[in-house]
């Protein structure tokens, strides 16, 4: 008998321009939906025409964490996978499971029921490792840590799309950009800019066309007074910026 092949999740995705509504992309968020919730609110997102893309990290810290997969079964709701959800699928190994339960963030995972933490493990696996979405300014590249220094984004897909493990290392976890520890030049080839998350700071920041926009919104409930959720208008505004700070907002 022979077993048919599952084709492995596309490392990219591509998303044409929305020509009736809006496009955002979302921070860093860590189970903080209920504050999402307030700030599409606040912005009037129109479920039926307007797009929110995800540069990842849904889940750990925070309290609505399982509610992950909801916001993934919305249609105007597109997220890339971030570091934290690959703790989820890694989750099988013990050592790997305990580093995340205890260390980063994954408490809430231990309450789930085996069926449940599967339908995670297959919809995070699911989720793509860069996203692009064609915008009135030009093609917007989501990732959810960084690109690689010296190469084009043409390249980096490609990287990526081979499951090169040093490129899929890059865009989960790189933070060498924002410490100054590569290069700060643009990203060139077919992308206008790039948004990435992974890396908390106090305010939104740009080298050149590289956006970093985690703003540390899970971080309230350490005490950290100026946690904020951060949304970025990217069409058919270039780039227009919305918060909530979730430690006046907490819940």
Not at 81 to 99: C, K, T, V, Y
Not at 148 to 169: H, K
Not at 208 to 228: H, L, M
Request: aromatic share 12%.
């Amino acid at each position: 008998m022979i077993e048919e092949s599952v084709a492995a999740p596309p490392v990219l995705v591509r998303y044409g321009r929305n020509p009736d509504g809006r496009d955002f992309v979302v921070g860093d968020i860590h189970g903080m939906f209920y504050h999402l919730e307030v700030l599409l609110e606040d912005i009037r997102f129109d479920t039926t025409r307007d797009r929110l893309f995800s540069v990842g990290d849904l889940v750990d810290r925070g309290p609505y964490s399982a509610d992950a997969i909801k916001w993934l079964d919305k249609p105007w709701f597109i997220a890339c996978r971030g570091n934290h959800e690959q703790f989820a699928i890694d989750s099988l190994n013990p050592e790997q499971l305990d580093m995340w339960v205890k260390h980063n963030g994954g408490g809430w995972w231990t309450e789930l029921s085996e069926d449940e933490q599967d339908t995670f493990r297959k919809r995070f696996s699911e989720l793509p490792l860069a996203i692009e979405v064609d915008t009135e300014s030009g093609v917007v590249g989501i990732v959810h840590a960084d690109v690689p220094p010296l190469i084009t984004w043409d390249r980096f897909v490609d990287l990526l799309e081979g499951r090169n493990q040093d490129a899929m290392f890059y865009a989960m976890w790189s933070r060498n950009r924002v410490s100054g520890n590569s290069s700060a030049l643009p990203v060139t080839g077919r992308v206008e800019r790039v948004y990435c998350g992974h890396t908390p700071i106090r305010e939104t920041l740009s080298f050149d066309n590289v956006y970093f926009i985690d703003t540390g919104a899970v971080y309230s409930s350490e005490g950290y007074r100026d946690a904020r959720l951060t949304i970025v208008q990217i069409h058919p505004v270039r780039h227009r910026e919305y918060a909530i700070n979730t430690f006046n907002e907490r819940r």
